[in-house]
């Protein structure tokens, strides 16, 4: 499969074991920081009732926007993102902001970087 490269200030994020709640509230708390291909009224809805959901946002971490809140979440929240080496690092920074984040594990390719991580309530 040929995966078209991402814009270098670009993060990928793929939430998943989380409730459909949690996941509005991690997006809309993200939404708040950075521009997002989400919009206001995009609500992450369960699909399946026993299949597990991934919801998908991508965001752009060279235009941040000041005064996100954190985000209080009812249990943990698991997040994989994807982006070049800068904006993971930009990303990971404003995360640290928002949530309690305790990596998870990392792959590090030629270009881009993976990161799995744990979001929490501060």
């Known amino acids: 499969m040929?995966?078209?490269q991402p814009h270098p200030h670009n993060v990928s994020v793929e939430i998943s074991g989380c409730s459909k709640q949690d996941a509005r509230i991690v997006f809309?708390?993200?939404?708040?920081?950075?521009?997002?291909?989400?919009?206001?009224d995009d609500v992450?809805?369960?699909?399946?009732?026993?299949?597990?959901?991934?919801?998908?946002?991508?965001?752009?971490?060279?235009?941040?926007h000041e005064g996100?809140?954190?985000?209080?979440?009812s249990s943990s929240v698991d997040a994989d993102l994807?982006?070049?080496?800068?904006?993971?690092?930009?990303?990971?920074?404003?995360?640290?902001s928002l949530f309690a984040v305790r990596d998870v594990s990392t792959v590090s390719g030629d270009q881009e970087k993976e990161l799995h991580v744990r979001l929490e309530s501060r």
């Open 2 to 4: 040929d995966r078209e």
């Open 28 to 40: 809309d708390t993200l939404c708040a920081c950075f521009e997002s291909d989400r919009c206001a």
């Open 44 to 64: 992450p809805e369960d699909l399946h009732e026993t299949r597990p959901t991934v919801w998908l946002g991508t965001f752009d971490v060279a235009d941040t």
């Open 68 to 73: 996100a809140r954190p985000g209080r979440l």
């Open 82 to 96: 994807h982006g070049g080496y800068w904006a993971i690092e930009q990303f990971r920074r404003r995360l640290d």
